[in-house]
């Protein structure tokens, strides 16, 4: 039985990886931990776990941690992660970190998207990024692993077949996500007030979302190529889940059919990535760690449409994957 | 044309008002005021308006108001209201007060009720109870006027002929209210951030909410005798609308078809009162100032079904109707 | 393992059963039936179920049916259940079966309000009523099962306790319902087309719900009394849940402090009832087979709140949960 | 006064056209008709009309119609209209037709892509496109306006002003567009039905999409050079509201200044649309005939966001623009 802590455990990630660890066979939460100024009794915080999981949340305790932990979840927000982190670590606990702290191997890139001076590159060179389908052997000895952010995931395994057959031009890419409102966080905003976001849909962070140079890291180094995308999100009035609808331009002739079959060679082994003969629908694969995905050709331009549930694949289905891997479990356990 | 000033116009239901005023032939808004802290231009506060109106949101100069306006919605909150809705009136302009100020007649009752001292018993005195179905003939020649709750329009207008009529039990009634979630106001609370309060529905204030009272105070004067109710409410998630499911004993034997006769009789005449035949649905009442309503029989009980738009019938467009009479306007121009 | 059919594998008990056996650690389903003009690939009937799921919709064959299945979770409509039902014990398979058909023990009752003769009066009279919280001793050796309805399960459980201390007036009982629009199946209508029903509340079946004599005949045998109720139940913008908000007449001086302790003492073993201080959400019960319930006190009556899914604890999760009970696995199983 | 009948009085843009007349101050509605079998007493088929338009929905009757209308709402579907607006023309009655049928000039294109002939060319040939903002000049003198679609709408005002200065590249357009539900209409159907659409999203009609010739038809005779779009749409959780973010490669070096100007001179005289300095929300545009603009530059390419409600703009709103402008009366009335 894995042991697992979760720090930072009062937001969407924290509560969705509580969800999915109450039934997954061979791992169990053992410890919550937050801020001292958030902590309180869990049912409090969430009151939908009354009578599912008797823990508290308390301030962090590095001992007591090393001693009831074999992993911890660390769904701590940038910056605060780096800082914690390597205590973690050191205390011989493996880490599945959320955070960007760790998903940015360019410490420059980093440092200028985020505002932040890295204070932990030692682990940072070390961890591995968390993308299972696309650099699985990476994590599977890793100590820390970089849960990667939901825009990227659902971009990258929709283009990583065609970049990596270098079937489409790696600076002539438009993904055009859409995402949940839990996409955004707990954290109350006007913009999010029901009678706000009922029946509503708008785009943000027009050129400066900071999952764009995620996505273009990701690609590149799967890749192989230098990979840039525009990359817009929007936001709608769903709970959870994120629809990416994809355009590129092929670098040369290709039907419908050589794409299916394209995908459907990358992906044959890869069990949480189902590939459709139209659109994905978000409510799919809502609760689960699913990325469906559906290429085609439209007047000669390639689309591509991807759809996550952003808290599972997009989240914590993807931390608990990666805490399959790095425990030595069956990568789909407590995830199907 | 009649000139209207908006006191407190940052929430929902000086947008709404501004709305409908926005589409009436005889008024118009001259003068937007707010509280110091939250002015702003009106297209940041709500940016549906641009090109629809060009007014700024100003803090209020009773001069300036005295000039431009002949009368005043008055949307700030209890409290607030009452230390400034007297220098409105010395300032010779008419008042149609959305807040809890002027609505209770027994001051003792209001301050148990909303925990604070009346700081202007002599012109709540004076103050018409702003629900013209009900009192219209007081309202008529008022400088000031105590427009109604929500809940209480909606709860009031369904139970008023039966009560009138004296055909059922005055201290046994439940009042099951639902209602959307601009009903809380445009402050952001988590239990309203869209991805708590999307598939949502809960009770609150069970046994405290304070329309409790300002039903009995309504339907005590308007049937003459002394009524309680058991009045709880519900929020779900919608936008907008209230459904009120009632349940009462009646007093003798009646008939459905009597039932039906009897409401017909009462509001023959309202043009803002519907009878229907079956349960109404608060979506045909989103966006109007119409109350539906629908009584009938079961197992010897009376049931009385209500919708509203909390903020049009329940808010901004009974102000305006209230408007229109103390401006000698036509009661439905620019309602219907 | 406990193999497990489901009959009529089209709605929406149908997939929540699935998505509930597909976890559960002691059962698995080996056989999907529709009638013939419904069947078709799993995945175009439930897209959600690619990957997780490979078994055809078939039409039922019985010899399979007995050869490949301990227990068949029976989703047909009422009326045909019971003329298949007889067919399934008879092969020796066991039923929790979802119809109204072996609900309701007063023939004559069933046949008055559900307008057909009752042709299975031998298995009827045997069946057990599945709500184990009340019923538990009769359904461990039951080779029938009854499964309640979605609103009667949440009204019973909300009154058992009070009605069984007989501390409130049996005929003085109004259950207020809300519940989401999945309780009407998934068969299209125009009130439930997306853009109708978004943002609307409507009662409906006024005095004429088929839930209402289950629920007095749950609580009359329950109670060991008889109990007559007025429910009125509406639909609202919800995918899933039920809120019920109850009000009774108490026969004695009750406090709210010997209320809780009644809810306790008699809820004190059972794993799917949570009392709550304060009335429950809907969300909190989303997606598990938790009744959430908060008696209190309000103006001398007693107000009852009740939360399920009206698709886990109001069909799917109870339905395992009865087949836990009859094949001697925990009680709990796959459903925590 | 002018008076208006709307024909195929039963489906949205027939209600919102009906909702918008009623607070035009200079037009009025008439006459209600619909095919034999769809008729049925107004409030029958739009109960939310109760007390609001006294008039039955009949079949109808041309000479009735010649004798009680100016202008006709034509509602029809494709293939039905253009059987029917021959007759309306010469009755004498003006039409604003809501169909396909007189929209694509083209004749082959339109048989090829609604796969019907086309049985009415001379009055095709003759046609106004009812898209005031840039083919005002000929809808004024029109006897019959075809009322160009949704998506159209959005798309074409977004990107006429950059086509118009050949400022990108007229055959490298992507447009991705999200509707809410009722652009869908009326009818039901299990993608539609609450529980399926409820938090989903997703694409459909990839590359096949009717309105896609019907945008590049716009633009193309907006820009005075052939213009081709990929046009994608999807549809979303939401009642009403389009929005569309349209990524063009720019043909020379443009700042986000001179875009900015560039669509001010543009739209300076226009009182529909609205120009942002951010991503439009469909909620700021939605109930009003507004089309809210936001142009920006993203990594060397253009962004254009561009939001309309689907039911307003995108079909009734534009046809009482349509209306006033073919009877005379200021574009605007009723519509701000």
Redesign the interface.
């Known amino acids: 039985m894995i042991r697992v802590a979760i720090i930072g455990a009062t937001g969407?990630t924290a509560y969705e990886s509580i969800l999915i660890l109450?039934?997954h066979?061979q791992a169990q939460v053992t410890y919550l931990t937050a801020l001292p100024e958030e902590c309180a009794p869990l049912t409090e915080v969430f009151?939908?776990l009354?009578?599912?999981l008797d823990l508290p949340i308390e301030p962090v305790d590095l001992n007591k941690l090393a001693g009831c932990a074999d992993v911890a979840l660390c769904c701590l927000p940038h910056k605060v992660s780096m800082s914690f982190v390597p205590k973690l670590l050191a205390a011989g606990v493996k880490v599945v970190d959320f955070s960007a702290d760790y998903r940015i191997r360019d410490v420059a890139l980093y440092e200028k998207v985020y505002k932040v001076e890295h204070t932990d590159r030692e682990n940072l060179a070390r961890a591995a990024f968390g993308l299972p389908e696309l650099f699985r052997e990476k994590i599977v000895s890793a100590a820390l692993v970089a849960n990667p952010s939901c825009y990227p995931t659902a971009a990258s395994l929709a283009l990583a077949p065609l970049l990596k057959e270098r079937l489409i031009d790696p600076a002539d890419i438009?993904i055009?996500a859409?995402s949940?409102?839990?996409g955004a966080g707990?954290k109350?905003?006007?913009a999010?007030?029901?009678?706000?976001?009922?029946?509503?849909?708008?785009?943000?962070a027009?050129?400066t979302h900071r999952h764009m140079p995620e996505i273009e890291q990701i690609l590149t180094q799967a890749a192989g190529q230098l990979v840039?995308v525009?990359f817009?999100p929007?936001v709608?009035?769903?709970?959870?889940?994120i629809?990416e609808?994809i355009?590129c331009q092929p670098t040369g002739k290709i039907t419908p059919a050589q794409l299916t079959d394209l995908y459907q060679a990358f992906y044959a082994r890869e069990?949480f990535v189902?590939l459709?003969n139209?659109?994905?629908?978000?409510?799919?694969?809502?609760?689960?760690n699913?990325c469906d995905l559906y290429a085609?050709?439209?007047?000669d331009?390639i689309?591509v449409?991807s759809?996550i549930d952003n808290l599972i694949k997009g989240a914590s289905g993807q931390a608990v994957q990666n805490l399959n891997i790095i425990s030595g479990l069956p990568e789909t356990m407590g995830l199907?």
């Open positions: 969407y109450l039934r066979p009151p939908a009354q009578g599912r438009y055009n859409v949940g409102v839990s707990r109350t905003a006007l999010f007030h029901f009678p706000e976001m009922n029946d509503n849909l708008f785009g943000y027009v050129g840039q525009l817009q929007h709608v009035c769903m709970d959870r889940g629809g609808s355009y069990p189902r459709l139209k659109p994905p629908s978000t409510k799919n694969v809502a609760h689960t699913f085609t050709i439209v007047k331009k689309l449409f759809a199907l």
